[in-house]
């Protein structure tokens, strides 16, 4: 069988993820590498011994014999690119979030169907093995009928201040919250269509990242189910997680809970600090990659080749999107507000 060629746009940190799943996967092949800073493209691509290395979109969709492409930008870089390969007439492959504006959502969509190409986002929790146990409980009735969901998916100040030099021009919502909110909505089998949030800000604006430090957001869904959403960007750097993740759903014949940030199935102890670190995301085993990071994209390539419908769709990812942007004018509003598609 032909593998099919993929291109990255974006070689920074989660790009170079896309590259590691690329190399081991069976029916995939990394035709090329594309990065206005052709230091970090170069990098990637010495890494994962790729051939094409390309500085800018345009120049790669003229030269670069590929079937399909991973947009790996920053979060509010996604939208232009995307259009530019669906009219190129590439499968496209979007990290989270989908877009950050109305008009970029509807953009994108336009530009997929006009266009006859395939398109997933990479809400990848949908592979995080306690999530999909949950869901699998779910769907064989043993929680009864869903009626709550609560989700805290929070990050430790570093991420903000020196993980991502491109968060001043996000959120916590864009990076953490599309997780969340894509969880919550497919757990409780519905899309979101009305929200209520506060804010907090000031803890990172004093530390020099203009955004906002803290979301608490109400969601209410088509189905009639409810829940509660926190996601934040300022948890203390003590943390041994960089992130703190609880979920719980709750049905009227049962319920379950995850904590997906306090394994303890590892504690590393050094003079600098005390981690637990990851099992479960992104890591390697004999030199092969592991965990539900890489799960998703691999994901993309098995039904891109299959025909099979993707596990996270469009539609999908565009409500995580346009929920977002209802929360975010709910809070600065203090009022409640309809998900607008
Ligand atoms: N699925 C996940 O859980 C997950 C985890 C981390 C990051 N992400 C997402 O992946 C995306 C990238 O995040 P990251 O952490 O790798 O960021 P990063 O800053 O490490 O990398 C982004 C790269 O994009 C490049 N770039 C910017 N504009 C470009 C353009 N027009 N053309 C080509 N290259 C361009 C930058 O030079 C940089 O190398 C974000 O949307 C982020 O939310 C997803």
């Not at 306090?262 to 004999?286: C, E, F, G, W």
């Amino acid at each position: 069988m032909e593998k099919v060629r993929m291109a990255i746009v974006g070689a920074g940190v989660w790009g170079d993820t896309h590259a590691g799943i690329f190399r081991e996967h069976p029916l995939a092949v990394t035709a090329g590498i594309c990065d206005t800073n052709q230091e970090k493209a170069a990098a990637v691509a010495e890494k994962y011994g790729i051939h094409g290395l390309y500085d800018s979109v345009d120049r790669m969709l003229a030269e670069c014999p590929c079937d399909a492409v991973s947009i790996v930008t920053p979060d509010f870089l996604h939208a232009d690119i995307a259009v530019k390969c669906a009219r190129a007439g590439k499968h496209i492959l979007i990290e989270k979030p989908l877009a950050t504006s109305r008009d970029d959502v509807k953009r994108i969509m336009e530009a997929v169907e006009t266009n006859h190409v395939r398109a997933m986002v990479d809400l990848h929790n949908r592979w995080n093995p306690p999530f999909a146990l949950a869901k699998q409980a779910i769907e064989a009735g043993e929680l009864g009928n869903l009626k709550t969901g609560y989700f805290r998916l929070n990050d430790i100040k570093w991420v903000a201040t020196d993980m991502l030099s491109w968060s001043a021009f996000s959120s916590i919502l864009w990076f953490l919250g599309s997780h969340s909110i894509d969880t919550l909505s497919w757990l409780l089998g519905s899309r979101v269509k009305r929200v209520y949030a506060v804010s907090t800000c000031g803890v990172l604006k004093n530390m020099g990242v203009d955004t906002v430090d803290t979301y608490l957001s109400t969601l209410e869904f088509e189905n009639g189910c409810i829940a509660q959403m926190e996601n934040g960007w300022i948890d203390p750097n003590g943390n041994p997680n960089v992130n703190d993740l609880k979920c719980t759903v709750l049905g009227d014949r049962g319920k379950i809970a995850i904590d997906a940030s306090h394994h303890n199935m590892i504690q590393k102890y050094t003079d600098a600090a005390a981690t637990v670190p990851d099992v479960l995301v992104r890591n390697s085993v004999h030199g092969a990659v592991k965990g539900f990071a890489y799960e998703s994209i691999r994901s993309f390539i098995d039904r891109l080749v299959s025909g099979e419908d993707f596990i996270v769709s469009l539609e999908d990812a565009a409500n995580a999107s346009l929920a977002i942007l209802a929360i975010m004018e709910s809070a600065k509003k203090r009022e409640p507000v309809e998900v607008a598609y």
